[in-house]
């Protein structure tokens, strides 16, 4: 069985599991995906499953892509160099929070690389 998920990717049910289509794509017509890889769309089309308009890439890059199309989280709070400076940055959780805006647990994710880990 087959249908679109609520981000309009491809889903297709094989037994009891459920599979991104454009990963079942890719395997059978380019191969096996390398543990960490993901597999990424060059036409920006998420039900899209011509290998062609495929590749396979580490989630950095999946992520670099798409903020380089501007297709980010448009509610996020922060952005990549407020991350970069929040891991820099040597004081209280609970003041960089205040500084920045966002909770104290987001800070502290952010510097245990729970979040925003394609950050480097």
């Known amino acids: ?18 599979y991104f289509a454009h990963r079942i794509a890719y395997e059978e017509q380019v191969g096996p995906i390398a543990d960490g890889l993901a597999v ?42 407020q991350v970069r400076s929040i891991r820099n940055d040597q004081r209280l959780i609970r003041i960089i929070a205040a500084e920045y805006g966002v909770d104290e647990s987001t800070v502290s994710k952010i510097r245990l690389r729970k979040r925003w880990q394609w950050v480097v």
């Open 40 to 81: 990424c769309h060059r036409c920006d089309n998420p039900p899209c499953v011509n290998p062609e308009h495929l590749f396979a890439a580490d989630q950095s890059i999946n992520v670099a892509d798409m903020i380089a199309k501007g297709r980010q989280r448009h509610a996020a709070k922060l952005n990549a160099d």
């Open 1 to 18: 069985m087959a249908a679109r998920d609520v981000n309009g990717y491809g889903r297709v049910r094989w037994g009891s599991k459920t």
